[in-house]
């Protein structure tokens, strides 16, 4: 599991016009809540979360999170539970802080990741993921920022499902484990040809006898 760092301080001001004035100096508002915490609301750098979010690719973003007061300072390890982005100019808009409890089990989503070169795409298949993130439940630090699963054996008719993904250690599904997350498709040409060849003796075997001279 990955942790970064970050520096948040507690914002006493609220209102849209307080609001408007942290975002002209490049601050943002957010705010850090948990089950045992009250909320609190926080300004924080956007260059800084910019930086962090430039740094990880994962989607289960872990922080220390710095939170400077008028009391001092306090450490916090939270997640990112939510980044909203401006729809107009894409700049970050506000930031949700959850506070996890690293004792404890959590439910989290993970991507999943192929690996390698189906049998079945050789032969003219195409590959066709219908689940890209798996539900799984661990402790923080457990997690993993992705699992590869390797597809070489899928033939072509052939799928993958929940049961076939390799977890880590520590890690359980909360998902059907029936349920599917790849298949081998025919290729739509040559299904398409298969049904014109089929249709096509279906009329001929339909095709009454010419009679005889």
């Not at 076939?164 to 349920?179: A, C, F, H, R, S």
């Amino acid at each position: 599991m990955e942790q970064l760092a970050l520096t948040a301080h507690q914002r006493k001001e609220h209102g849209k016009g307080a609001v408007r004035k942290l975002r002209m100096k490049n601050q943002m508002p957010a705010v850090f809540y948990g089950p045992k915490v009250e909320p609190v609301s926080l300004t924080v750098d956007m260059r800084d979360l910019e930086k962090i979010m430039r740094q990880t690719t994962s989607e289960n973003i872990f922080l220390e999170l710095r939170i400077e007061s008028d009391g001092g300072s306090d450490k916090r390890t939270v997640i990112l539970k939510e980044l909203q982005v401006h729809p107009l100019s894409r700049r970050f808009y506000h930031a949700d802080f959850y506070e996890i409890p690293m004792d404890k089990e959590l439910s989290f989503q993970i991507p999943i990741h192929f690996v390698n070169t189906p049998a079945g795409v050789v032969m003219g298949g195409v590959l066709e993921q219908t689940l890209r993130e798996i539900s799984v439940t661990c402790l923080p630090t457990k997690l993993v920022d992705r699992i590869d699963v390797d597809v070489s054996g899928l033939e072509v008719g052939g799928s993958l499902h929940v049961r076939d993904i390799p977890l880590p250690e520590g890690i359980k599904t909360t998902m059907d484990v029936n349920q599917t997350i790849a298949v081998l498709a025919v290729p739509v040409v040559k299904a398409a040809e298969a049904e014109g060849e089929e249709a096509a003796k279906e009329g001929e075997e339909a095709a009454p006898e010419a009679p005889a001279e």
